[in-house]
């Protein structure tokens, strides 16, 4: 008889966060295991909605989860019952019979750990972010003592900075905090032929020989943006240019700060914003990948692993996930958060030297699937959560 996990989950979205938990669904299904998801909002009609997890013989709950500012909240409505969500996740769980609870929210937990205590399953809970607001660590710390713990009888980080900061801040075991493979989805995600490369510069009206990067993500401030414009401007004056490819949403305030840097340093016929787009078209069509992000802005960069599984360099910042995902200098370069010189120094040298681009896009295609597949995932994941089990 197969394991059943029930996935926990505010809501779906365009995000890393659901594009993670379909990916790791598939590869679960692929070791043997039964899944399903609970969710408040379900996204209907969406790329990564209800419907998209279906697809993949996912079973798909909605549970009115109610929208938290902190665990302490989460902690005293599930201690007084109050809402459905507490009745509706009981009622699923009797349907289920899930083997584990895992949780994609710390605020999550308090629910989960209530009904697993009354159908004896165990919680393991995601932590996607090092970013810990000083009341939830202060609640965690206070009432780990009584409760266990208030962030699941196993938990799982996604980069080893995050790891780290939950130990320190957190104050949890170590060896209760596991570093697991976070996959894009390493079947989609390849590299491209000759053909599907033109097709994909034509999408964007880009001419074959044309020097591309492209920075995929919202258009937000610590996203670094800005940085990556300001190299742009350094390397026209270099006489190296270079189109850039901006793909995300974002609000008109945002859009105005880009675009209007762009035209202080008079490149801003070369600096495109795209609105969302199909990534893998973007990462198709470019020559580099660049996450010029600041210390909080990203937790894992989702899609430096997924342009390394497309063959195409990477070029970010020690944000989280860049010393789990990059060899410096070998698999992709590693840059100082908000130096747009040393940005432009490594893109002119991936530009200009054709060779070392596809050189280190073939080391860095090789590290992704070694490391970053879904099946590596879902490996590593079954070991938490069997060791959840036994814990529990």
Same mark, same amino acid.
């Given at each position: 008889m197969n394991q059943h996990v @029930?996935? @926990?989950?505010? /809501?779906f979205n365009v995000s890393g966060a659901s594009t993670h938990m379909l990916n790791l669904g598939v590869g679960l299904q692929r070791q043997g295991w039964d899944?399903?998801? *609970?969710? =408040?909002? !379900? *996204?209907p009609g969406t790329p990564l909605g209800k419907e998209r997890f279906e697809e993949e013989g996912i079973e798909v709950y909605q549970v009115s989860f109610a929208n938290f500012s902190s665990v302490s909240d989460a902690i005293e409505s599930t201690l007084e019952n109050r809402g459905a969500a507490f009745r509706e996740l009981h009622s699923v769980a009797k349907t289920v019979r899930p083997s584990v609870f895992h949780c994609h929210s710390a605020t999550l937990v308090p629910f989960a750990q209530a009904v697993g205590m009354w159908h004896r399953i165990p919680t393991v809970t995601t932590l996607n972010s090092p970013r810990i607001r000083p009341e939830n *660590? /202060? #609640?965690?710390?206070?009432?780990s003592g009584y409760f266990g713990s208030v962030v699941g009888h196993e938990v799982i980080a996604n980069s080893s900075e995050t790891k780290k900061q939950l130990v320190? &801040? @957190?104050g949890l075991p170590t060896g209760r905090v596991h570093r697991t493979a976070f996959a894009a989805d390493s079947d989609r995600f390849r590299p491209p032929s000759d053909g599907e490369r033109r097709t994909a510069r034509q999408e964007f009206e880009l001419d074959q020989e044309e020097r591309v990067v492209s920075l995929i993500g919202l258009l937000d401030s610590r996203k670094g943006h800005d940085v990556l414009v300001r190299a742009a401007s350094r390397l026209q004056d270099r006489g190296c240019e270079v189109t850039v490819l901006c793909a995300g949403s974002g609000g008109e305030g945002e859009k105005r700060r880009i675009t209007d840097l762009a035209k202080e340093r008079r490149i801003a016929d070369r600096i495109h914003l795209l609105g969302h787009q199909d990534a893998r078209q973007v990462i198709w069509a470019s020559d580099a990948t660049v996450l010029p992000s600041t210390k909080d802005g990203d937790s894992f960069g989702l899609v430096a692993v997924e342009s390394m599984l497309c063959g195409v360099p990477v070029v970010r910042t020690p944000a989280g996930g860049a010393s789990d995902q990059i060899v410096d200098g070998e698999s992709g370069f590693i840059?100082? %958060?908000g130096d747009d010189e040393v940005l432009a120094d490594r893109l002119e040298r991936l530009l200009k030297? +054709?060779? !070392? =681009?596809?050189d280190?896009? +073939? =080391?860095?295609e090789d590290r992704a699937r070694r490391l970053f597949s879904k099946e590596q995932?879902?490996?590593? #994941?079954?070991?938490?959560? &069997?060791? *959840?089990? &036994? =814990? %529990?």
């Amino acid at each position: 008889m197969n394991q059943h996990v @029930l996935l @926990l989950s505010h /809501k779906f979205n365009v995000s890393g966060a659901s594009t993670h938990m379909l990916n790791l669904g598939v590869g679960l299904q692929r070791q043997g295991w039964d899944v399903a998801v *609970a969710a =408040r909002d !379900l *996204a209907p009609g969406t790329p990564l909605g209800k419907e998209r997890f279906e697809e993949e013989g996912i079973e798909v709950y909605q549970v009115s989860f109610a929208n938290f500012s902190s665990v302490s909240d989460a902690i005293e409505s599930t201690l007084e019952n109050r809402g459905a969500a507490f009745r509706e996740l009981h009622s699923v769980a009797k349907t289920v019979r899930p083997s584990v609870f895992h949780c994609h929210s710390a605020t999550l937990v308090p629910f989960a750990q209530a009904v697993g205590m009354w159908h004896r399953i165990p919680t393991v809970t995601t932590l996607n972010s090092p970013r810990i607001r000083p009341e939830n *660590a /202060k #609640t965690v710390r206070a009432v780990s003592g009584y409760f266990g713990s208030v962030v699941g009888h196993e938990v799982i980080a996604n980069s080893s900075e995050t790891k780290k900061q939950l130990v320190d &801040q @957190l104050g949890l075991p170590t060896g209760r905090v596991h570093r697991t493979a976070f996959a894009a989805d390493s079947d989609r995600f390849r590299p491209p032929s000759d053909g599907e490369r033109r097709t994909a510069r034509q999408e964007f009206e880009l001419d074959q020989e044309e020097r591309v990067v492209s920075l995929i993500g919202l258009l937000d401030s610590r996203k670094g943006h800005d940085v990556l414009v300001r190299a742009a401007s350094r390397l026209q004056d270099r006489g190296c240019e270079v189109t850039v490819l901006c793909a995300g949403s974002g609000g008109e305030g945002e859009k105005r700060r880009i675009t209007d840097l762009a035209k202080e340093r008079r490149i801003a016929d070369r600096i495109h914003l795209l609105g969302h787009q199909d990534a893998r078209q973007v990462i198709w069509a470019s020559d580099a990948t660049v996450l010029p992000s600041t210390k909080d802005g990203d937790s894992f960069g989702l899609v430096a692993v997924e342009s390394m599984l497309c063959g195409v360099p990477v070029v970010r910042t020690p944000a989280g996930g860049a010393s789990d995902q990059i060899v410096d200098g070998e698999s992709g370069f590693i840059i100082p %958060f908000g130096d747009d010189e040393v940005l432009a120094d490594r893109l002119e040298r991936l530009l200009k030297d +054709e060779s !070392l =681009r596809e050189d280190m896009g +073939e =080391r860095a295609e090789d590290r992704a699937r070694r490391l970053f597949s879904k099946e590596q995932m879902a490996e590593e #994941t079954i070991d938490v959560y &069997q060791s *959840a089990m &036994q =814990r %529990f």
